[in-house]
C-alpha cells in the first residue's frame, strides 16, 4: 500500500510502526521507565516540594532578610513562626489551673521536632502575651526550618488541649499554615483529579467510544505520562524550590492532555480500519494525521507554559514545570506507547462494546456510532442556534469568575476545618492586630543616624495597621 511504502513514510510513521511492529518492546521499555519513576518518586519526592510561595527575582523583601540575617544570626534563628492561643471563658491567666495548662501545653510544643525556642507569660514578663481581658494568652513558638517536619506533634497537642472542656487552644503561624496547604493541594488531589476527575474521564470516553477497551486505551497513555512527568519533578524539586502545588498542575494537566492525544489517534484508527485499512495501514496514516497534529498541538502547549515563568513567583514557575514535563511526556507517549498498544490490540480495541452508544452506523464514514454522528448532524442543520447554545453554556460556566477575590496567599484563604485558620481567627478575636508574621524593617545606617532611625520609626506608626514601629542599626 502506498501509505506502507518505506521511500514515503515519515519519520514519525516509522517511529509509530517500529512501536506497533514490537510492541512488548515499546510496552516494556515504559513499564521499566515508570518502575524507575515510581522508586524516583518514592525516594525523592517527599522532601523536594515546599509549601513557600518566594519570588523569583531580587525584591526589597528579600534583600532586607539577607541583611538582617548578616547582621543578626542568633535572632534570625530564633524568631518566631507561630502561635498557640489559649482561652478560657472561666479562668484568667492568673489563676494556677490557667498557668499549669498553658506550662504543660507549652512543654510540649517545646518538644516537638525542630522547634527550637517557646514564649509563654508563665515564663517571661510580657504583657503582650495577655488579651485585655485576661482570659487569653498567646505561646509563640520558633521552628525555623522551612520543613512542616514537627509541625504535626505541635497541632496534635494543640487538638489534644483544645478537647478539653474548660479551655480552647488553636495554633496559627507560618509553619501551620504551610502544613494545612499541604493537605488542602493532598486533599484536592483525592477528590479533584482522583475521585472526581478520573471518573468523569472514563465516563466520557466510555461514551465516546462506545467499547470498554478503547475508552481504557486514552487513560493508559496518561496515566503512566503522569507517573514519569512526576518522577522528573522529584528530582528538579532538590535543584530548584517546586511548590507543592504543582503535583495538582501535573495531574490535572496529564489526564486532560494523555485523553485528548489518545482521543485523536484511536479515533482516527478506528476510522482508517472502517475504511478498509490494514492494522498497520491504519496505524501508519493515524500518525501522519492525528499524530502529527498532537506534536504540533503539544509543541504549542509547551511554548505557551513557558510565557509562566515571566511571573516572578515560584509558585507561578513550579507551575510551568509540571505542565511542561507532563505535556513533554504525553507527546511521546503518543507517539510510541500508543502506537504499540494498538498494534498488540488491533481490532480487539472495539472489544466489550457499549449497548446504544456502541453500535456501530452502517456508515464506514462514522465508525463512531449512531449516537455521536446524529449530534453532530443535529449541530450542522442549526449551526446559529448551537453556537448560541454553546457560548451561553460556557458563559454560564465562567460567571463565577465575577465573584473571584484576588489576593495573596495566607490561612484566610484555607477551610474553616483548617487548624491554622481556626488560630488565624481566634487569634483576631483575642488579640486584634496582632499577627504570627509581622513586617519587619531593616535599617542600615552603621550608627551614625539614631535620630533618623527614631523618625523613620514615627513615619510607619502613621500608616493603616502599623501599631508598634521598632527602630535597629545595623
Not at 154 to 173: K, N, P, W
Not at 211 to 224: E, N, R
Request: proline share 4%.
Amino acid at each position: 500500500m502506498g501509505a506502507m511504502s518505506s521511500t514515503k513514510l515519515t519519520r514519525l510513521q516509522r517511529l509509530a510502526l517500529a512501536c506497533a511492529r514490537n510492541p512488548w518492546r515499546s510496552i516494556g521499555a515504559w513499564l521499566a521507565a515508570m518502575l524507575v519513576a515510581v522508586v524516583a518518586i518514592g525516594a525523592l519526592l517527599g522532601g523536594a516540594l515546599t509549601t513557600e510561595g518566594n519570588p523569583t527575582n531580587n525584591p526589597q523583601s528579600l534583600r532586607a532578610k539577607d541583611v538582617r540575617e548578616a547582621a543578626f544570626p542568633p535572632a534570625s534563628t530564633a524568631a518566631m513562626t507561630d502561635v498557640v492561643v489559649v482561652r478560657s471563658s472561666r479562668y484568667t491567666v492568673d489563676a494556677p489551673r490557667f498557668r499549669a495548662f498553658v506550662n504543660k501545653l507549652a512543654g510540649e510544643v517545646r518538644a516537638a521536632k525542630n522547634v527550637e525556642s517557646v514564649r509563654a507569660y508563665t515564663q517571661v514578663l510580657d504583657s503582650s502575651l495577655v488579651s485585655r481581658d485576661r482570659h487569653a494568652t498567646m505561646v509563640q513558638f520558633a521552628m525555623p526550618n522551612e520543613s512542616t517536619s514537627g509541625i504535626d506533634d505541635v497541632i496534635s497537642a494543640v487538638r489534644r488541649a483544645d478537647a478539653t472542656s474548660e479551655f480552647e487552644a488553636t495554633v496559627t503561624g507560618q509553619r501551620t499554615v504551610n502544613h494545612d496547604f499541604n493537605k488542602l493541594s493532598e486533599n484536592d488531589l483525592r477528590s479533584g483529579e482522583l475521585r472526581f476527575g478520573l471518573p468523569a474521564a472514563m465516563i466520557v470516553l466510555l461514551l465516546v467510544f462506545g467499547a470498554v477497551v478503547a475508552g481504557l486505551v486514552p487513560l493508559l497513555i496518561a496515566l503512566p505520562s503522569i507517573v514519569v512527568a512526576l518522577s522528573f519533578v522529584a528530582v528538579l524539586g532538590h535543584a530548584f524550590s517546586l511548590s507543592i502545588f504543582v503535583v495538582n498542575m501535573l495531574t490535572g494537566m496529564g489526564l486532560a492532555l494523555g485523553i485528548d492525544y489518545a482521543l485523536f489517534v484511536v479515533s482516527r484508527f478506528r476510522e482508517e480500519r472502517g475504511r478498509g485499512l490494514e492494522k498497520l495501514g491504519a496505524i501508519s496514516a493515524s500518525a501522519v494525521t492525528a499524530n502529527r497534529a498532537v506534536i504540533f498541538s503539544g509543541t504549542t502547549f509547551v511554548i505557551a507554559m513557558f510565557g509562566m515563568f515571566i511571573v516572578p513567583s515560584s509558585i507561578m514557575r513550579s507551575l510551568a514545570v509540571g505542565a511542561i514535563l507532563v505535556g513533554i511526556v504525553s507527546v511521546v507517549a503518543s507517539a510510541t506507547l500508543l502506537p504499540a498498544l494498538l498494534g498488540l490490540l488491533g481490532d480487539k480495541i472495539d472489544r466489550l462494546r457499549i449497548p446504544l452508544v456502541g453500535r456501530r452506523s452502517v456508515e464506514a464514514a462514522n465508525p463512531e456510532g449512531r449516537f455521536w454522528g446524529a449530534i453532530v448532524r443535529s449541530v450542522l442543520r442549526r449551526p446559529a442556534l448551537s453556537a448560541g447554545l454553546s457560548v451561553a453554556l460556557l458563559l454560564a460556566a465562567a460567571s463565577p469568575i465575577f465573584g473571584m477575590k484576588i489576593g495573596t496567599s495566607g490561612p484566610t484563604l484555607l477551610p474553616s476545618r483548617f487548624e491554622a485558620r481556626k488560630g488565624f481567627e481566634a487569634l483576631q478575636r483575642n488579640f486584634p492586630g496582632a499577627t504570627a508574621d509581622p513586617v519587619e524593617i531593616v535599617v542600615a545606617s552603621g550608627g551614625q543616624q539614631p535620630a533618623a532611625e527614631a523618625a523613620l520609626a514615627g513615619n510607619w506608626r502613621l500608616l493603616d495597621g502599623v501599631e508598634t514601629a521598632f527602630a535597629g542599626q545595623v
